[in-house]
């Protein structure tokens, strides 16, 4: 599904991607792991046209994507969840998901202003329907400063899935997040893997990303030091050495 070929992305003397090659499989929950500061931000920015590689090749579904336009990239179906949470805080839950609507003749404020009432009923439905599927249905109109962080979180994942996509990155989903609500933000990963998303996960929580992906990148100062399922990565030294401090 997605290929990351040799990446490399200086800042001044910094490499914080360094000559960095992976492969992340259809269907599956990948998560990129790593201690602070070993690229994983950097790579998502990288993927999705934020950032610009200095060298190597980003390949989604067999076409070169390298260094194409963020929007371009938008198209081609990836979809992100932000480390930085990103709601407005005084629109409600409804506001805030038909604000990122999206399809080929509703454009981003159009959603808001311009759209005929059919068009919108057919958001309303939809964004109830998602809410419905995350247990949200009740906040639709509440508005998002009102949430608790996990509760923004929670919408921030349905805000990602709202449009049609092949590829979901989440960055951080439930970093910071109350156990109850972490652990209900895995069961909705799993939930979307079985309906056949393919996810990419930045977690920091070695316990989180052990029970819920099918395959762990780990990253080091930009590159990868390890690759495998949880099982070989829970037993491998140099991951206990890089990750857990030994
Ligand atoms: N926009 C930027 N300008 C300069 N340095 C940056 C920038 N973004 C990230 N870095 C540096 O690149 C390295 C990797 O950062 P980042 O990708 O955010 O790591 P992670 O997400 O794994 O914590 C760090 O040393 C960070 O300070
Ligand atoms: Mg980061």
């Known amino acids: 599904m997605l290929k990351i070929q040799n990446i490399t ?7 914080a991607v360094d000559n960095c090659d992976f492969e992340i499989k259809k269907g599956m929950i990948t998560a990129l792991i790593g201690p602070n500061g070993s690229g994983k931000t950097t790579l998502f920015n990288l993927v999705s046209g934020i950032l610009k590689a ?5 390949i989604l579904n067999n076409k070169n994507i390298t260094n194409l336009s963020i929007e371009k990239i938008s198209n081609l179906g990836i ?3 932000f480390q930085k949470p990103s709601l407005f805080k005084n629109l409600t839950i409804k506001e805030n998901l038909l604000l990122a609507m ?49 509760q923004k979180r929670l919408v921030e994942i349905a805000r990602a899935i709202l449009n049609q996509h092949n590829f979901l990155m989440l960055d951080e989903p439930a970093a910071g997040v109350n156990p109850r609500l972490r ?21 920091h929580d070695m316990n989180f990303t052990l029970k819920t ?19 070989e990565i829970k037993n491998n030294k140099r991951v206990l050495e890089a990750y857990l401090g030994g």
């Open 9 to 15: 992305k200086k800042f001044g003397g910094v490499k």
């Open 102 to 150: 999206n399809d080929e003749d509703t454009k981003f404020w159009q959603a808001v202003f311009k759209i005929s009432s059919d068009k919108k009923d057919k958001f309303e439905e939809k964004i109830k329907q998602i809410l419905k599927n995350f247990e949200m249905e009740d906040f639709i109109n509440i508005r998002a400063e009102d949430l608790s962080y996990g």
């Open 79 to 81: 979809s992100r969840l």
């Open 54 to 58: 200095d060298s190597g090749k980003i």
């Open 213 to 231: 992906a099918d395959t762990i990148i780990v990253l080091e100062k930009g590159g990868v030091i390890a690759q495998g399922n949880p099982e």
């Open 183 to 203: 652990e209900k933000i895995r069961k909705i990963l799993l939930k979307l893997k079985e309906k056949n998303e393919t996810i990419l996960l930045i977690e």
